[in-house]
């Protein structure tokens, strides 16, 4: 007799099993290998229990659970935020309290010190850091979670492992198998000719995109850090490892897995070694895995490329890839509009955005663990007469270093390239709004200024479709860490100053509407409530922009049948008009002022929410 969980396993697998096979076909053509990887879905959905397991038929019955309204996500790093897993549980509290129900837990998978790259090196897929706690401890935490409401979200780091990894180990110590794991090269020939197309990620931090290794007298490639070694996807034997890896950690009660630097899995010479068909063939495997195994977890693709490259990786209607990618594109475009007080590139962004299916879930944030790299639509800049590329980037970068006349503010160059003049910047939200310089120099006016961008950014941010994503410390207005500079394993990345420890003495102060994190956190709280009240702010709801004749003043719009909702959003630091022609009255659904929207006096970095009945 064929048991109850065996057939909706076969359900699930019989939807997906052509498509699974011809595409692994394609890449593997064995069908000794097929089998096996079968048979472990079977084995790893077996292993899922039965709370898990109901969570799957919940959210395959109700497949938007993720798209509504009421979704707000925080990423924090476990030993910064808590000092380890347990520490996360016992705060929790306060999580709720920030209104969070989806937190991302940075890397905290094995990895080693000082050659770990924040987490993204990771020796081994199955063990928790031991600083942090143990698999077990993160079941719980999970667990906890789930109870809360709280979906938790982990990184899947599938283009490398750490050099420590016991793979990495095996290959260094010569074993062809383990070799044949990654890539690599008994001379520089072929890596040569690699060089030749592939650009680097870290230039000036990790020159290069391979590594000699002494021990066995060979190359092997290392897109990343040169401790963090490309694993070779080419090879049955890694894809069906990393996908029992990924399934494991969606046992621990996992809901979403961050696909880590999903666009670099697949290589091949004379390209630029990203974003290849392939890659999709891959990603769109793991979706289909995911639906098998595990239908309640969503895939969260880290695809931090320009914008015509991100698209691609919703897949399509009848072959979705992942469910969520990251709106890198409108975060480094937000910035640029802070630093140029002029809104062109930003509404262009919004309407390629709004063209785009209501269906795709973009995952919305102002500021994350990485550096801002100014991927902005350099076409379109040029056609509105502003600057060439490196020049535009020069001065963005100069204007958040504080070198600019005007800008109060505040952080570091990343990865400063003396050849390509391409830096990125790091800092925190605070920092870059003002608020760090502000304090410095106790100046009440410009303090004021700097909460009121901090608040209008977030506003914006929690405008848009999708999941608002804050970053730990912004809800309480966290300043730059400039300490990692004396941390020898630390200084030489300048990312750490936006990873500082979470400082729960300014927390505490969140009560307090006289401080700075009590004026932003207060304010933010409004905001989240209101968003998550009004249902014109879920992803069905209809968006689009319109002009406000006013260079520093947007304007955009949603709509879902019964409401609409006018956004208007000034990034200057002066007072401004902003012309709209909307008829009618409108509420204002901070203040519950009620007034037309159409000559709207726009404070300097202010904000309105204006709702009218339809
Ligand atoms: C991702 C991470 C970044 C890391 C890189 C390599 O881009 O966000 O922090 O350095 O992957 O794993």
């Given at each position: 007799m064929i048991s109850e969980e065996k057939k909706l396993f076969d359900s699930r697998l019989n939807r997906h099993r052509d498509e699974l096979k011809w595409l692994y076909m394609e890449l593997y053509d064995s069908d000794e290998w097929y089998k096996c990887l079968e048979e472990g879905l079977w084995r790893f959905y077996k292993e899922r229990n039965a709370a898990l397991r109901e969570m799957d038929l919940e959210r395959e019955a109700n497949p938007d659970w993720y798209r509504k309204n009421d979704m707000l996500g925080m990423m924090l790093y476990v030993d910064n935020f808590a000092g380890n897993l347990k520490g996360v549980k016992e705060k929790l509290p306060y999580l709720e309290k920030a209104g969070i129900n989806y937190v991302h837990l940075m890397p905290l998978l094995e990895s080693p010190k000082g050659r770990s790259d924040g987490g993204y090196?990771?020796?081994?897929?199955?063990?928790?850091q031991p600083e942090l706690g143990t698999m077990e401890d993160l079941a719980a935490l999970t667990e906890k979670c789930h109870q809360k409401g709280i979906s938790v979200c982990l990184d899947f780091v599938m283009n490398h492992t750490s050099e420590e990894h016991e793979w990495a180990r095996k290959a260094r110590q010569g074993d062809k198998k383990y070799q044949d794991c990654y890539f690599f090269f008994d001379g520089f020939t072929v890596p040569a000719l690699y060089e030749k197309t592939v650009p680097q990620v870290f230039p000036t931090t990790a020159p290069g995109n391979f590594t000699w290794l002494p021990q066995c007298g060979k190359y092997v490639m290392t897109t990343f850090y040169p401790y963090q070694w490309d694993l070779n996807y080419r090879n049955p034997m890694v894809f069906q490892e990393m996908m029992f890896h990924f399934l494991f950690l969606a046992n621990q009660g996992i809901d979403i897995l961050r696909i880590d630097a999903v666009p670099y899995i697949w290589k091949e010479l004379g390209t630029n070694c990203r974003n290849l068909p392939r890659v999709h063939s891959i990603v769109r495997m793991m979706r289909m895995i995911t639906e098998i195994v595990c239908p309640g977890v969503l895939l969260l693709g880290e695809v931090v490329m320009e914008p015509e490259k991100v698209v691609?990786?919703?897949?399509?209607?009848e072959k979705p890839e992942c469910h969520m990618l990251y709106n890198v594109t409108t975060m480094a475009t937000i910035w640029h509009t802070v630093a140029s007080h002029d809104v062109c590139l930003l509404k262009k962004q919004l309407d390629t955005l709004c063209a785009l299916p209501g269906d795709y879930v973009f995952l919305n944030y102002l500021r994350c663990h990485d550096d801002i790299g100014w991927g902005l639509d350099y076409a379109s800049l040029w056609k509105e007469r502003m600057q060439a590329e490196i020049p535009h980037k020069k001065f963005l970068n100069d204007y958040f270093r504080g070198c600019f006349p005007g800008s109060v503010s505040s952080g570091e160059l990343y990865n400063d390239d003396p050849v390509t003049q391409d830096a990125r910047f790091c800092g925190t939200t605070a920092s870059m709004c003002g608020i760090e310089k502000a304090l410095a120099k106790k100046d009440e006016k410009m303090l004021a200024s700097a909460i009121d961008l901090d608040i209008m950014l977030h506003a914006f941010m929690l405008m848009q479709s999708g999941i608002p994503m804050l970053y730990s410390g912004d809800e309480v207005a966290q300043l730059n860490d400039w300490s990692y500079r004396e941390e020898p394993e630390k200084r030489d990345d300048s990312r750490y100053i936006h990873r500082g420890k979470f400082d729960w003495e300014a927390a505490k102060k969140a009560e307090d509407p006289d401080t700075v994190q009590g004026k932003v956190f207060t304010r933010l709280k409004v905001l989240e409530e209101i968003r998550r009240k009004e249902a014109v702010f879920e992803g069905s709801a209809a968006a689009w922009t319109i002009q406000t004749w006013e260079p520093a003043v947007l304007c955009m719009a949603r709509a879902d049948g019964r409401d609409k909702l006018i956004g208007i959003y000034n990034f200057s630091p002066e007072e401004k008009m902003a012309w709209i022609d909307e008829k009618g009255s409108y509420t204002?659904?901070?203040?519950?002022e009620t007034g037309p929207a159409s000559g709207v006096r726009m404070p300097g970095y202010g904000f309105r929410w204006l709702k009218q009945q339809l």
């Open positions: 090196a990771v020796a081994d897929f199955r063990k928790v691609p990786y919703f897949g399509t209607v204002d659904l901070v203040t519950g």
